[in-house]
Structures are given as C-alpha cells and as structure tokens.
C-alpha cells in the first residue's frame, strides 16, 4: 500500500518535469537579457532575435552606443562633450546629437512655457542630487543660480554645427532629454539588427518593433508613484517609449520635507503640482522624456494643453488624489 | 527511611551518571565537524540517553536530566543562544518520544527516535525562525527533517540496542538496593 | 487499534515528510527562471536592509555589516553571495561558503542576519515598467 503511493508520486514527477521542459522551448526567437551601468543608473534591456549570434552582436553594439553617448552628454565628465560646450566661450563644435536634443528641448521648453528648460546646469548643480543630497542650499544661491539661465542664451548655428551660450555662467544639462535620446537611437540600432525587445533605461521604456515579429504589442507597467515597488496600471503599446517622471525615483528628506530631482526653473526648488506621476509616449523617445519632464512640472491642466501641441504623443497622469488622466482611446488596465 | 534515602541517592546517582553521559556525548558530537554547515546540524547523539530514560524510567527523570545536560553544555560552550536552540529542540523531543512510547507501548524504537530527531531539528529551526525574524530559515527544513531522519535511525537503533542487552533493569533504576524492611512498611501504610 | 495499524499510523506521516523534504530539495535546486532578476538581499533582525542588483555587478563588492554583537564580511559577484568573515561564535555562516542559488540563505544566528539571493520578478507577463 505505501509502495503504490510511492509509484504514484515519482511519476507524478515525471510528468511535471517533462511538462517544464516542453515550456523552456516554445517559440523560435531567441531572447536574451543584459545590462550595463550608464548615465548614473542602470539600464536593462530584454532582446528578440533570430539568433544567439545576432543578439549578442546587437548587445555588444548597444554597449558601445551607451558608451559613446555617455561621453557626449555626460555633466558629470569633465571631458565630455556637453562639458567641452559648458566650460567653452564662443562657438563650440559638438556632434550632431547635442544639436538634436537641443532643439527638441528647446520646442518643448518654449510651448511648456519655460517648465523644461536645460539651461539650469548651475542650479542642478547646487542641489547635488545625482552626487550628494541631502543639503538644501541656501535661498541666495539659488537665486543667484536663476539669474544665469535662459533658453534664450543658446545660439544653434546648423549649418556650421556649433553651438554657443551668450552666457558663461548659465550651464547646460541635458538629464532631462538625454536617457530619452539614448532610447531613441538604441531602439535603431535595434531594427537595424533586425531585432526587437524592451530597453529599460533607468525607468525610461523604449520599446523597440514588436513582440514576437508578429504585430503582437508589449505590455508595459507604469510604477505606482505611492509605491513604486507596484505597478499601477498597464498599457498595452507597440513600437514606443514609454517614459514616466516621478519624484519618486530620486530624492532626499530632511526635516520630514521630501526633496526630488525635478527642478521648477521658475522657483529653484524641487516642482509641486497636482501630478504625482506623469507618463508619455510617442515615436520619439527624447521627445517623451522632455514632454514628461515638463508635464510634472507643469501639473494636470496645463500638461494636456502641451501634450495637445503634440498629437502623435499620449499620456497617462497620475494624480496626488490617485486619479488618472489619459488621452482619450488610450488602452489602460488599473491595478485594483 | 533509611530505605527511602538511599534509593534518592542511588537514583541521583543513576540520574548523575546519565546526565554526564549524556553531556559527554553532546561535546563529542560538537567536536564532529559539521559534514552540512547549515546551524543546527547535530547528530543529536546525546538524545540516546533521552530516549533511554523515556523507556526504563520515568518521564520527569528524563526531562531533569535533559535539563542538566543543556544548562552544563550551555555553560561550557558559553553561549545562551545556543541553550535556547537546544531547549526547544530538546523539549519537543521529549515530548514527542514520550507520547510516542506510550502510543506504541515501547514499541518500535527507531520510529519513536526518528519521531524525536525530526521534532527537535524542528523546534531548533524554530527558535531560529524566531531569533533571525526570518522566513527564510524555513529553507532549511527539508534539509532537517532528512538528517534528522538518518540521525534518529542511528540512536533508535543504539538505543535499541542498548536497552536489549543492558543489563537488570532493578540494578538500573537503582532500586537494587531495596531494603527488605521498606517493604514491610509501604505494606503497612496501606 | 491493532499494532499494525499504529506501526502504519506512525510511519505514513514520517514517509510523506521525507518523501516531501526530498522532492522540495530537488525542485527548489531546478530551473532558474527566464523573467526576472536576482538580489542580493540582506536582512537584519528581520528586515531587508540592503538590496543589490546581481547582473550589473560587473566586479564583487564586499560589504562589512556591523550589528550589536559583531559584524559580518560579505562578498557579493554577478552570479553568488558569501559570508567570508565574521567574528561570531559559531561560525556557520563562514562556514557555508559560497551560495549560487535563490533562496538559499546564508545566516549567523548570533548577529541576527541573513543574506541571500532572491528573484525579482517584474510582474510576469509584462514587459516592461515605467517609472
């Protein structure tokens, strides 16, 4: 009698474990997961291809591309080319990718009405918050910092690719743009291989073809501003990025006052709004990351009158009350 | 009287005698290194001296001389947390074997010893559990309950053995020494 | 109740068990899993203190953690975890070695931590999250 129990449950086994591995099979598209650490954070990407040799190849070259874009956007880097521009007088040569991301800042930060503005180096600077929070700085810094920015104190020659900034003091800093640029030209490098997967860039998606090579979408998560190790909602998106901006992700608290990472270039401080959390998507992932930088700032009312100056862009806004604004026919599963 | 305290004393003396057995063994199977490191892994051999009191004596003379032998090794080793690891392991043990005995009417040594091994690593993973506020020591359940298996076949068995060829039980539990008087007397008072 | 049926009552529930801790032994030791990711989790008295990402560590990092009773020296590469010294008692955490799999914890009773890899997994299913 204990034997013939004994006999049941071996093969009982048996056929779960040739059940598992029929799993570990299924499909003809290989994926593989990597990741690196870049731009101050740490970048996962999950890639489809048709072979172990192609995504390793893809892999290796999105490594170099991080590589190459950190040293031209990087604030940090004294000798990258954002800093070769910051610490230069005059007309200053950069690599067309600067100027790119240039000009879309500089749209979004003329129809957000000043709310995304890169030209606040020196003030982002005063707060440390990539280097060392925990220290606010004093009301007269800050000030003095304000009086040294302006997008109007860019000048973007094209034709001769240089850029120069009329004003020595006024900084560049481009950490709003530049992880949605970095998504933008990853995701080509991606199509060019032939390949399609999810890049997760410190928190920005750039969603890269489609699943399966079929026409199947992704399904994205959107974190919960309230708990940021849950998800709130999900979306259902094909060939996107998808970028949220939160003042979750980095910040300091001192004296029970939560600090984030989101300057309000009109006031100096960390931004307060309505918007817990504000994520767009469309095409054009530096495009997304301006655009979500600015709608945070801006709060609810004045966030969809610019996502309206974008009509290929959506967006879903996460309300400090926990409502939900999105564009209209956006699909959107809400957790609980 | 003279009847009564000279059995006290040859029971304390038997009692004794177990006790440092028992310790003995306890510090001989710590000196054993550890073939698993996972804490907890003791081959439990000081538990012969357990069982075997559950079945020539009685219960609480079992469980005094458990007692002594954890204060004494707790005391050599000097660490309390391993005092309080052991008591749990060790009580449950009792306990277990104990109920059992009576279930099977002394019967069936082994079953009752494994029984025993397999209550007292769980009583010591508890204290863990407890200690570290962890879920995670529950990992090394499985772990437990097999060597805990293994080491309990191992002392049945010696126990088994043991209570098979030791020799009179009256000599053992010391009451070998009966005055013929005392009996007179018990008769009397009834 | 027969002998028989006592031997029997007695030696089905040990059976199962055994049977039981041999089989969550051989399936927890299968299968990594083909979403998610692993942590390196510390706790301490219980709770998590420190989590750390094991696939971007492209070298080992060594953390030293200091409680009441002592500290712990811990070592932590891309693919395993490990205590390699401490000034407890006992010693059984440095004596465990170096541990590859989940859940598998490594812990020193007397300084109340436990260090061991978990699996994080972005809701199965998704692919991605933003934020």
Redesign the interface.
């Known amino acids: 009698m204990v034997k013939s129990i004994w006999i049941r449950m071996v093969s009982l086994l048996c056929i779960l474990g040739i059940g598992l591995s029929f799993c570990a099979c299924s499909g003809t598209r290989r994926s593989a997961s990597m990741s690196l650490s870049a731009f101050g954070t740490i970048l996962y990407f999950t890639l489809y291809g048709p072979d172990s040799q192609t995504i390793e190849k893809l892999g290796q070259d999105l490594r170099k591309e991080c590589e190459r874009l950190e040293t031209v956007f990087s604030f940090e880097l004294d000798d990258s080319d954002l800093s070769r521009l910051n610490l230069s007088e005059g007309p200053v040569k950069v690599p067309s990718e600067i100027i790119d991301v240039l000009k879309i800042a500089l749209d979004v930060g003329q129809k957000s009405g000043g709310a995304l503005d890169v030209t606040i180096g020196s003030l982002i600077k005063l707060w440390h918050i990539e280097t060392n929070p925990g220290v606010v700085p004093d009301e007269k810094d800050i000030q003095t910092a304000l009086a040294h920015h302006g997008m109007d104190r860019i000048v973007i020659d094209e034709a001769q690719r240089t850029v120069s900034r009329t004003d020595p003091d006024m900084l560049i800093h481009l950490g709003a743009v530049a992880k949605g640029y970095l998504g933008y030209r990853l995701r080509q490098i991606v199509l060019d291989h032939g390949c399609s997967g999810v890049l997760n860039l410190g928190g920005n998606l750039q969603l890269c073809g489609s699943k399966d090579g079929a026409d199947a979408k992704w399904r994205v998560g959107i974190a919960d501003p309230f708990s940021p190790e849950d998800v709130f909602a999900e979306l259902t998106v094909g060939d996107a990025a998808v970028v949220t901006s939160g003042a979750y992700a980095r910040f300091f608290e001192l004296n029970g006052v939560r600090y984030h990472h989101i300057l309000d270039p009109k006031t100096g401080y960390p931004s307060e709004s309505d918007i817990a959390s504000a994520t767009v998507l469309g095409p054009d992932g530096a495009v997304c990351d301006a655009l979500s930088t600015a709608c945070f700032i801006l709060g609810k009312d004045e966030a969809i009158n610019l996502i309206a100056a974008y009509p290929a862009y959506s967006y879903l806004l996460i309300l400090q009350d926990g409502s939900v604004e999105a564009t209209d026919g956006m699909e959107v599963f809400i957790h609980e | 009287m003279r009847s009564n305290s000279r059995m006290i004393l040859s029971k304390v003396a038997a009692l004794g005698l177990f006790a440092a057995v028992a310790l003995v063994l306890y510090i001989v199977e710590s000196l054993i290194p550890s073939f698993i490191p996972i804490p907890g892994i003791k081959l439990g051999l000081a538990n012969i001296v357990t069982l075997f009191l559950l079945i020539r004596f009685k219960p609480w003379e079992a469980g005094i001389v458990l007692l002594v032998r954890l204060v004494l090794a707790a005391a050599i080793a000097g660490q309390m947390i391993s005092f309080l690891y052991s008591l749990a392991g060790g009580l449950l043990c009792l306990l277990s074997m104990y109920l059992l005995l009576i279930f099977t009417k002394k019967k069936w040594i082994p079953l009752v010893s494994i029984t025993g091994a397999l209550f007292h690593n769980f009583g010591q993973l508890c204290v863990a559990r407890l200690l570290l506020a962890s879920e995670y020591v529950w990992t090394y359940l499985p772990y437990l309950m097999l060597s805990g298996a293994v080491t309990g076949l191992l002392t049945g068995l010696i126990c088994l053995f043991l209570h098979k060829k030791m020799p009179s039980p009256e000599t053992i539990r010391g009451e070998g020494m009966q005055d013929p008087e005392a009996d007179n007397e018990d008769a009397e008072k009834k | 109740m027969s002998?028989r049926k006592?031997?029997?009552i007695?030696?089905?529930p040990?059976?199962l068990?055994?049977?039981?801790?041999?089989?969550?032994?051989i399936l927890?030791h299968?299968?990594s899993p083909?979403s998610g990711?692993r942590v390196a989790c510390i706790?301490q008295?219980?709770?998590l203190t420190e989590e750390i990402?094991m696939?971007?560590l492209?070298q080992a990092i060594e953390k030293t953690i200091i409680c009441d009773q002592g500290f712990n020296r811990v070592r932590i590469d891309k693919t395993s975890v490990s205590v390699f010294e401490s000034d407890c008692?006992?010693k059984?955490c440095t004596?465990?070695?170096t541990v590859e799999s989940e859940?598998?914890?490594i812990?020193c009773?007397?300084h109340?931590?436990?260090v061991?890899i978990e699996l994080r997994d972005?809701?199965p299913?998704?692919?991605?999250?933003?934020?």
Not at chain 3, 17 to 25: F, P, T, Y
């Open positions: 002998d006592k031997l029997f007695m030696l089905i040990i059976a068990i055994l049977i039981a801790s041999v089989l969550w032994i927890s299968n299968g083909k990711y706790y008295n219980g709770a990402r696939d971007s492209d008692p006992g059984d004596a465990m070695g859940y598998r914890p812990s009773l007397p109340r931590l436990v061991v972005s809701d299913g998704l692919d991605g999250v933003a934020g």
